[in-house]
């Protein structure tokens, strides 16, 4: 079946502008997490969702960085007034249930490039 | 989360046996330990986890110790495509906060040659 798709897969932005990024979960997967991973690090943590709510969003690192997951599937990040410090793969995964036997299946992520 | 200390690299033999550590010290009786691989320029990918008992599926072994204080995950035939990174995670199963989240390392660089 299908996995988890993110869209775009590149995104190129100017500093200060605004951008939304894609995240199209495994079918009947009911959590979705965002993690950011910069150049030779490990993937960190964002934000995750159970259902519609968002569970945790302890690794949103500042008021410019936002989610939504309106209707339980697709989710959106949005990152406000962009910085370059916001360059980084920006990787979605989906689970069948937010507990902590159920593995986590990632998508390709999508490149932000802020210039 | 436990913190996990893996070594950053390891070099292995194609057809050989890629012995994996990973030190998870301060682990707790609800945490589960999770391996996830990085193959460049690709989302990680899940191998295995387990919480008490040893492991199998068709990609890895996983040996956790008596203790949990340490587990080992077994590639039993090493092939080129296995060169990646390698993540040794420990996730909160149920009852504790920010249990779905998983806290990456700088996980284990492997390289296999012919």
């Known amino acids: 079946g299908a996995g988890v798709s993110q869209t775009p897969s590149n995104k190129v932005t100017e500093k200060g502008k605004y951008v939304e990024l894609r995240c199209d979960p495994i079918s009947g997967h009911t959590a979705l997490y965002w993690y950011r991973q910069s150049l030779g690090q490990g993937p960190e943590f964002l934000i995750y969702?159970?259902?519609?709510?968002?569970?945790?969003d302890s690794g949103l690192p500042n008021d410019r960085f936002f989610a939504v997951r309106p209707e339980g599937s697709v989710s959106t990040l949005k990152i406000q007034r962009t910085e370059r410090g916001d360059s980084a793969v920006y990787l979605c995964a989906s689970s069948l249930w937010h507990g902590g036997g159920n593995e986590q299946f990632f998508g390709p992520g999508t490149r932000l490039t802020v210039l | 989360d436990a913190k996990t200390t893996q070594p950053p690299s390891m070099d292995c033999a194609e057809g050989r046996a890629a012995n994996l550590p990973c030190n998870h010290s301060?682990?707790?009786?609800?945490?589960?330990v999770y391996w996830y691989r990085q193959i460049h320029s690709q989302g990680p990918q899940y191998i295995i986890h387990?919480?008490?008992n040893n492991e199998t599926n068709e990609m890895a072994s996983l040996i956790i110790t008596e203790d949990r204080k340490s587990s080992t995950l077994i590639l039993p035939h090493a092939t080129l495509r296995d060169t990646a990174v390698y993540y040794c995670?420990?996730?909160?199963?149920?009852?504790?906060?920010?249990?779905?989240?998983?806290?990456f390392g700088q996980g284990t660089i492997l390289t296999v040659h012919p």
């Open positions: 387990g919480l008490k």
């Open positions: 301060t682990i707790s009786g609800n945490e589960y």
């Open positions: 995670i420990v996730r909160v199963g149920a009852g504790g906060t920010s249990y779905g989240k998983l806290t």
């Open positions: 969702f159970q259902g519609t709510g968002a569970a945790d």
